[in-house]
């Protein structure tokens, strides 16, 4: 079983600027929506060797987050946005040992062409409170093969304005001397690896050279305020010399003699009392593979080499990741199996520098194992025997294991990173004494799903989720971990979810891809408690979006690759001809023989239960509806986002009207109206004057920007939005990395500025609101005045030359780069 998260492909857009910003912001409080336990890949965990407790974990699609002392994590890159969305992608990370407030990670999330940005590095001064980025002339590959390996990104411990980077693609060894801030190749650096995972891979993704994979100073061999001399760098090569040293501070390199380098080495660590470095090797880059490796050490003062693989022959199936040394007692190590799949994850502990190990578990009488472990799995309940990758095997251990981290100032607190989450503990020593110690699920903060679609019933819960690689959550409270994944079946990964408008118990999910186990639609009537299969749906057929009727009979589903199909009353699925496979579907809500869809420039309508489906009305010059969303309450009121705005219909797509000031809209949706019996309030993922995530209270005419600075949200195009439809102003945003956030408003709104006919550009239909009041514009012009800015007035921005501040009872809020505001107090 591997484990994999989803490549979105991506494309960022232009940043539209904003010149006399007309969209006023409500403030909103943002939070995650609790799965708990990570929920993905954790390549990375650094402690800082100065200041107890200092942890950092990077992620490969998430970003990066900080340990607190009662072992929960804040995240650190919640502010970004759509056009940084690949700083998500945390390839490296640094904390420095000097001055603990400095941070850098290394981020970037491909290398090939889904991530058409060059990476960059971001550095930080307050302990990643805010970065600065500093852009590399070369793309970084946070979700890229080899992504556990490192750290290719550290301070020099002597000299903390020296960093040294290691990069993919065949770019080589750099060097900053001044903090992070600029950066330069190492000319003397030569070898920039030789491996690359599948020449052939014509995406791109496993064609490209893992490069470096760690760099690591001997802080012993120099002395504080000067260069450290000796450095160490593994490089992603096998079969030739993969591991070089300096002993003048990166002038001159040479291979380490003597070497194995029949595998890539994953890790350098170095125990400085023994003056000793411990490396891991895998036969492959990682994070999924492995079946043979070893771990070695060298002894620095005499240059020699000394095989300490902890087991051999058909023990040895697995290639090595993490390896930690405890700074405090010198000759502990420990080393994590990269992959051990078969029957769990394996950790191995020396007390004497790996003359001898010890085992986390092994046989006692096959199948019964000697657990030397506790386990607890209470902050991610849902990682127990319910979910899908431990479903057979009731893992406990892990995969994907190549962080593995001692505290340096605590020899009993440690930590690792899994395929699925964080474990660790507090009582390591244990392990050398009456040897059972406890690991727990410790990734309480994180966040780092990728979610596919989410829906907000009328009843029952009010959220529930399809995500990739869980499967996805009935969520009975969004401050709580749900205790167990959508079972029976159980999907590694769930495409889409819908719910039938007029029996909103009755639920539809769709999984992908995932040929071991059946049918890849399910079916709920109890509002995703319990589920059955749908034996209609071919086997191997997957992905793709899916509506459901009104009454909950019929299931449209616009497949992952067998274009558009329909089932009734649980028949087998028929194509849907009359659909383009690219089309975007809905159900209404109300009535239950009608479905839409939309594709390239085209609306279409099916009044026969989603059978036949006819063209109507146009989308002017859309080339790619992203989603259809109907009113739940007026069957034919439809909204359709596209690449080229955002569109509106009263009579079933017969006409539109286009949506003033919306140059692009991705996710939208409808909630509880503002005043009981209005319009449904409107949510939007879109470029209204900037890209952002808007609310209107009055289908369109007037738009609030409800996201701020610290909550981007990463790749908007990337993202699903659903709205509450009991609660006026709570909307979930499902993110591309960064699991599910809810907002509920906090501060007022602002009041509206436009009329219904001063905003529609096309209006073929009537406006089915009430026209809000005309009050004067919020945006007040330029002044050179020193007069405070009104209520909601702007405040600042590139090239604003009105009022700084602001009127009694408001305060001057940064917005984005061209737009302050004046917002309450
Ligand atoms: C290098 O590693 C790859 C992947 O494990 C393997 O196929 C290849 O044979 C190795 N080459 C050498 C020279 O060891
Ligand atoms: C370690 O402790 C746990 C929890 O008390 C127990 O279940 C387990 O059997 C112990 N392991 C061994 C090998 O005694
Ligand atoms: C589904 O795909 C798997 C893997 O390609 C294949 O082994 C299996 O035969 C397929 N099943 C059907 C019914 O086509
Ligand atoms: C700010 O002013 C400069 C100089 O006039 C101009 O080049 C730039 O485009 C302006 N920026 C914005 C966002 O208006």
């Known amino acids: 079983m591997t484990r994999f998260n989803v490549l979105a492909t991506l494309v960022a857009t232009a940043l539209v600027p904003l010149v006399n910003a007309a969209v006023a912001s409500q403030a909103y409080n943002w939070k995650n929506v609790k799965i708990g336990g990570g929920g993905g890949f954790v390549p990375g965990i650094v402690f800082n060797p100065t200041q107890k407790g200092l942890a950092f974990a990077r992620t490969d699609i998430g970003g990066a987050y900080k340990l607190n002392a009662d072992d929960s994590w804040t995240p650190l890159l919640d502010f970004v946005d759509h056009d940084r969305w690949n700083y998500w992608g945390v390839d490296a990370l640094a904390t420095d040992p000097v001055q603990p407030n400095r941070l850098y990670l290394a981020t970037g999330m ?412 399910a079916f709920s009537s109890d509002a995703g408690a319990s589920w059955s299969q749908h034996y209609g749906a071919a086997d191997n057929v997957s992905g793709g979006k899916v509506a459901i009727s009104a009454d909950g009979d019929t299931i449209l589903w616009r497949t992952g690759s067998n274009g558009v199909m329909v089932s009734q009353n649980q028949a087998s699925f028929i194509a849907v001809s009359s659909l383009p496979s690219s089309a975007a579907i809905a159900s209404d809500k109300k009535t239950n023989n009608i479905f839409y869809g939309a594709a390239g420039s085209t609306f279409y309508l099916s009044t026969d239960g989603g059978k036949t489906f006819s063209a109507k009305g146009s989308l002017g010059s859309s080339t790619s509806p992203f989603k259809v969303i109907v009113n739940p309450g007026v069957t034919g009121d439809v909204w359709i986002s596209t690449d080229k705005g955002l569109f509106h219909s009263t009579n079933s797509g017969t006409s539109f009207t286009t949506i003033s000031g919306v140059t692009q809209a991705w996710a939208i949706a409808l909630g509880a109206p503002a005043k009981s019996g209005g319009y449904p309030a409107l949510y939007a993922a879109a470029n209204i004057e900037g890209v952002g995530y808007f609310r209107s209270d009055d289908a369109g005419v007037n738009w609030v920007k409800i996201n701020d600075a610290a909550h981007g949200f990463g790749s908007a195009s990337a993202n699903c939005l659903t709205a509450n439809p009991r609660v006026h102003g709570r909307v979930y945003i499902g993110t591309n990395g960064r699991g599910i956030f809810f907002g509920d408003p906090s501060g007022s709104a602002p009041p509206p500025t436009a009329t219904a006919a001063s905003s529609a550009a096309t209006s073929t239909t009537a406006q089915p609101t009430t026209t809000a009041p005309a009050t004067a514009s919020t945006t007040a012009p330029p002044t050179s005045t020193a007069a405070p800015a009104g209520a909601y007035g702007q405040c600042g921005g590139t090239n604003w030359t009105g009022a700084t501040t602001c009127v009694s009872g408001y305060t001057c809020t940064y917005s984005n780069p061209y737009y302050s505001q004046c917002l309450p107090a």
């Open 110 to 521: 491909y290398t090939n062409s889904w991530d058409p940005n060059n990476g960059q590095i971001l550095r930080s001064t307050d302990t990643g409170a805010t970065f600065t980025a500093s852009k590399l002339p070369f793309k970084v590959g946070g979700n890229m093969p080899g992504r556990g390996m490192g750290e290719r990104l550290v301070v020099d411990p002597n000299s903390n304005n020296i960093l040294f980077f290691g990069a993919r693609s065949g770019n080589g060894l750099w060097k900053s001397t001044d903090y992070g801030a600029t950066w330069s190749k190492v000319s003397s650096f030569t070898s920039t690896g030789t491996y690359i995972p599948n020449p052939s891979d014509s995406g791109g993704y496993n064609s490209d050279k893992v490069g470096l994979a760690w760099v690591t100073f001997d802080q012993s061999s120099g002395s504080s305020g000067r260069a450290t001399p000796r450095i160490f760098v593994g490089v992603a090569s096998n079969g030739t010399s993969n591991i070089f040293v300096t002993n003048d501070a990166g002038s001159t390199w040479s291979a380490v003699a003597g070497q194995n380098a029949a595998y890539f080495p994953h890790k350098g660590v170095i125990s400085p009392s023994e003056k000793v470095l411990y490396v891991s090797y895998s036969d492959g880059a990682g994070p999924y593979d492995g079946t043979l490796g070893a771990v070695y050490k060298y002894d620095i003062t005499a240059g020699t080499w000394t095989n300490i693989t902890p087991v051999s022959g058909s023990d040895l199936y697995f290639g090595f990741g993490g390896v930690a040394v405890d700074l405090q007692k010198p000759g502990i190590i420990m080393v994590a199996a990269l992959n051990s799949w078969w029957p769990d994850g394996q950790i191995f502990r020396s007390t004497n520098s790996g003359a001898t190990w010890t085992r986390l578990w092994e046989w006692q009488n096959y199948p019964a194992m000697n657990k030397y472990y506790s386990y607890s799995n209470t902050l991610a309940p849902w990682l127990g025997p319910n979910y899908v990758d431990t479903s057979t095997e009731n893992k406990q251990i892990g995969w994907m294991m190549e962080a593995l981290v001692i505290d340096p100032l605590d020899s009993n607190h440690w930590l690792y990173g899994t395929g699925a989450t964080i474990y660790g503990g507090h009582d390591l020593l244990k392990w050398d004494t009456v040897r059972n110690i406890s690991i727990a699920a410790l990734a309480d903060g994180i966040e780092e799903t990728s979610i596919q679609g989410l829906i907000s019933p009328p009843s029952g819960p009010s959220l529930l989720s399809a995500v990739g690689d869980l499967g996805g959550f009935r969520h009975n409270s969004l401050t709580a971990p749900p205790a167990t994944g959508f079972t029976n079946p159980t999907w590694a990964t769930a495409s889409d979810i819908d719910f039938a408008g007029n029996k909103p118990a009755t639920i539809v999910r769709i999984g992908t891809g995932d040929s071991s186990s059946g049918k890849q639609v």
